[in-house]
């Protein structure tokens, strides 16, 4: 069998800093953890690490010259998610290979690039609300555990009202991570365009710009509550019914490999190839992860 030990390094290409920049409109989560560098090496099938906590005691003042020193220690709940392995294939023929169409450049390499692109959807997918499977049992796919898995219990929030959300309820949902005592106050929330258009709707009235002549619409992209900023990333993939708030900082992309191009063993009048990447979500703290759902 023709395995990746058999690659040269020109046939086993890093696309690691190529998946950056790709399809970043379709892929708001992971673009925005690849952009802020938020990525790791992971070193199994299942990441495993220590949950990141703080402290919360009233009163750490003492006397001068104290001897009677306490000392303190985090909770730190060990957590583990699945690695996921995605992969695509291309075939291109001798022939179609040859053919040099003027404005399409190498097909090949074209076609891998279509691939990447596709591969990095469907990491956003399964980042976005993946359901956690070990593999163990057919078909033995492994699968990760997405973000809107994660939020602590004491995060989440559930509309009042069937089908609509309310400005009092974005800010509940922020002020959970408040509550939680998260330092940073600058966070993001997942959000699926029909969601997004009424939380767009409970600002119609409340906002300034300059007029542009031929732009029309609201479009709502950061809200500033007293809890902290909330950036609001639009998905197609996030569900319907749900805002999941999170802090960034506590979220990371753990690769057993990178993404990656491997060159296929030749066959016949053919060219092969495939993009591939094993990897999945790392959320440090559920405390940094909070969800709003409509009520149904």
Do not use: C
């Not at 097909?107 to 279509?114: G, L, V």
């Not at 990656?260 to 940094?288: H, N, P, R, W, Y």
């Amino acid at each position: 069998m023709f395995k990746t030990n058999n690659l040269t390094n020109s046939e086993s290409i890093s696309l690691a800093k190529e998946i950056v920049k790709i399809g970043v409109a379709d892929t708001p989560l992971t673009s925005l953890l690849f952009a802020k560098g938020l990525t790791e090496r992971a070193n199994g099938t299942v990441h495993t690490w220590r949950e990141k906590s703080y402290s919360n005691d009233a009163d750490v003042s003492v006397i001068e010259g104290n001897e009677d020193v306490k000392f303190y220690q985090s909770g730190r709940a060990e957590m583990s998610n699945v690695l996921e392995l995605f992969q695509k294939g291309v075939s291109v023929s001798g022939t179609s290979q040859a053919i040099n169409i003027n404005g399409q450049g190498d097909i090949f390499s074209s076609e891998i690039a279509d691939r990447l692109t596709e591969l990095k959807t469907n990491i956003e997918k399964q980042v976005t609300k993946g359901v956690k499977n070990e593999g163990s049992t057919t078909p033995f796919i492994r699968r990760m555990a997405g973000l809107e898995t994660w939020a602590d219990p004491a995060n989440l929030v559930t509309g009042a009202t069937v089908g609509k959300i309310t400005e009092a309820e974005v800010k509940a949902t922020v002020k959970k991570l408040w509550d939680q005592g998260l330092p940073t106050g600058e966070y993001f929330a997942l959000v699926n365009a029909d969601l997004k258009e009424q939380i767009d709707a409970l600002y119609k009235d409340k906002y300034n710009y300059v007029a542009q002549t031929n732009v029309f619409g609201i479009v709502v992209d950061v809200i500033r509550t007293n809890f902290g900023n909330l950036n609001l990333l639009l998905s197609r993939h996030a569900s319907a019914d749900k805002m999941t708030i999170f802090d960034p900082n506590a979220l990371s992309l753990a690769f057993l490999r990178d993404p990656q191009f491997e060159a296929l063993a030749k066959t016949g009048d053919s060219v092969k190839g495939q993009v591939i990447a094993e990897g999945t979500l790392k959320v440090a703290s559920k405390k940094a992860v909070a969800q709003y759902t409509l009520k149904a």
